[in-house]
Every structure is written in C-alpha cells, then in structure tokens.
C-alpha cells in the first residue's frame, strides 16, 4: 500500500512502516469490552427511562439509543474484519453514515436543552459543574465529528482508518462517563473522574499497539494528546471563566 502521496502533516501518519504496523486487526476484543462498559456506565439512565419514561424527554429516549447503537455498530464492524468478513463490514458502513448524522443532531439538541435548563438561582459550585457539562458535551460532539471524518478519508488505508474510527467511538466515552461522574452520590468530584475514567479508555488502545507492534501508531501519538489537552481546556478551565459561561449559559 503505497502512501508518499499524502501532504504533510497527513503523510506524517499515513508513510508508517508496514512492517512495523501491519493492516492485521487488533482492536475486536476491545471495542466488545468498550461496549460492556459503556452499557454498564449508561445502565442506571436506562432503567430510570423503563421505570419513571414520564420525566425523560423523547430526545434523551432517542438519543440513548443512538447512542449505544454506535457502540453496537462499532463493537460489530470491528469483530467483522477480525473474522475477515470485509463485505458485511462494507456494507454496514453505510449504516455508520446513517448513525453518524442522527448522533450529530441528536447531541446537538441534547447541547441546547443543557444549555436551556440554566437557572439563575444556582450555585457557583452548581453552575460550575453545568458549565462543565456543557462544554464537555461541545468537545465531544466537536471530536467525534473531526474523527468520523478523517476515519471516512482514509477509508481505504486500513492502518488509519481503523484508529480513527476508534477514536470516534473514544470521544464519546466521556459523555457517558459524566453522566455517572455528576450523580449526587459519587464521592469523588465529577470533573477529575470523568478526566480520568475518560484517559484510562483513551491509554488502552496505546498500550495494544506497543503490545502488539512494539510502537505506538501516529494516529495515536497526535490526537490522544489533542484530544485530552482541548478536553481539559473546556471541561477544566473555561467553566470557570465568565466567557465560559457565558458561553455555555447565552440565555
């Protein structure tokens, strides 16, 4: 697979050595596991939804689902080429196109009902905390943008294609992880263990690749550490700047 004719900074990923990084997949048995954990992570909103479906609106239903669709999605086309079965995995790519757009539009209106919800009688600690979820929601809908793109792009090079896609389904982990992170009985302060639980998922496919390959894949070595210094940056620190509110709370 020749790869000379990508620019730079895209060349610095694509001109990997194949013989250090082969097209062989490795990430089956994770995406099965990330899926387990998102669902275990998300499982308590899901009964909430089938006890008490009066107080949940129709767009978290919808966006529930959507959401451990993608992981459902994501967990099936990885395992798929593990098992070689590159025309099923083909053709439900064209479902991720599907999913991809109803995820970006549901968590968008997720963004604004989170944003709608201020009230002026909160807290600082409070408002804080909502400001943080809303930028952290802004991040991932941002990031997982960026990364189904480039994972569509590079379609066709198997080595990019495959972490981008990964990293897709990463840079939603933290949404899942804050909705825990935040409920009133965590002992731990929700912003440190987003940002930790988030980084563990984050690691896990880096330490495969030096597992497996005795080396990290560029993929990895440019957009994890992006992805974690913009993710402190909007979940950590702007919060608590007045533009970060404002920002998060326009109304």
Not at 138 to 167: A, E, V
Request: one cysteine or more.
């Amino acid at each position: 697979m020749d790869h000379t004719n990508i620019s730079t900074p895209a060349n610095q990923i694509s001109s990997v050595k194949t013989v250090r990084f082969s097209n062989r997949p490795i990430y089956g048995k994770f995406s099965i596991v990330l899926l387990g954990l998102i669902f275990v992570s998300i499982l308590p909103y899901y009964v909430k939804v089938y006890n008490t479906p009066e107080i949940f609106s129709a767009t978290f239903i919808v966006h529930s689902i959507l959401y451990l669709g993608w992981y459902i999605l994501f967990a099936a086309q990885s395992n798929l080429v593990s098992s070689g079965n590159f025309s099923a995995h083909k053709k439900l790519g064209y479902m991720s196109v599907a999913l991809f757009v109803f995820l970006i539009i549901s968590g968008v209106e997720m963004l604004i009902g989170v944003m709608a919800a201020y009230d002026p009688n909160w807290t600082g600690g409070h408002v804080h905390s909502r400001a943080s979820f809303v930028w952290g929601i802004l991040h991932t809908l941002f990031s997982f943008f960026i990364f189904y793109i480039l994972g569509i792009f590079f379609r066709k090079q198997l080595q990019l294609h495959k972490r981008f896609m990964l990293m897709a389904s990463l840079s939603m982990v933290s949404a899942s992880v804050t909705r825990v992170a935040f409920l009133p009985f965590i002992p731990v302060e929700g912003t440190i263990l987003t940002l930790v639980a988030t980084y563990a998922f984050l690691l896990t496919p880096m330490v495969i690749d030096r597992l497996a390959f005795n080396a990290i894949h560029p993929v990895f070595k440019w957009c994890v550490p992006i992805y974690v210094v913009t993710q402190i940056i909007c979940i950590g620190i702007l919060p608590g700047t007045e533009i970060g509110r404002a920002i998060a709370f326009p109304l």
